[in-house]
Nanobody, 125 residues
Framework: QVQLVESGGGLVQAGDSVRLSCAAS????????MGWFRQAPGKEREFVAA????????YYADSVKDRFTISRDTAKNTVYLQMNSLKPEDTAVYYC??????????????????WGQGTQVTVSS
């Protein structure tokens, strides 16, 4: 089992930056692909970013490309999401997810096994 705990959310203003963290316990993340997803009120959960188990490749939703950066620190068993130039439409609960390494469908939430409880990010205009 992998337990994931997100942190770093809060209330910020448009244009601000925030870094989310996802700390894992139970197992080392070195063999796990990691993803960030988000869910806004009244909307379905959507893909934000993913990083492969090796850290060699990253993937982003078009809506966050060039603004968000996903990274991982294997030594700390933690994954990060650096969010810059935040917009009101980025307001959502952000979830961290993990799955044993694969080589496809990084944006498919159904392919992830473990989920955190989420952290709220609210961007005011």
């Amino acid at each position: 089992q992998v337990q994931l705990v997100e942190s770093g959310g809060g209330l910020v203003q448009a244009g601000d930056s925030v870094r989310l963290s996802c700390a894992a316990s139970g197992r080392t993340l070195s063999n796990y692909d990691m993803g960030w997803f988000r869910q806004a009120p009244g909307k379905e959960r959507e893909f934000v970013a993913a990083i492969t188990w090796s850290g060699g490749s990253t993937y982003y939703a078009d809506s966050v490309k060039d603004r968000f950066t996903i990274s991982r620190d294997t030594a700390k068993n933690t994954v990060y999401l650096q969010m810059n130039s935040l917009k009101p439409e980025d307001t959502a609960v952000y979830y961290c997810a993990a799955r044993f390494r694969r080589s496809y469908a990084y944006s498919d939430l159904n392919k992830y096994t473990y989920w955190g409880q989420g952290t709220q990010v609210t961007v005011s205009s």
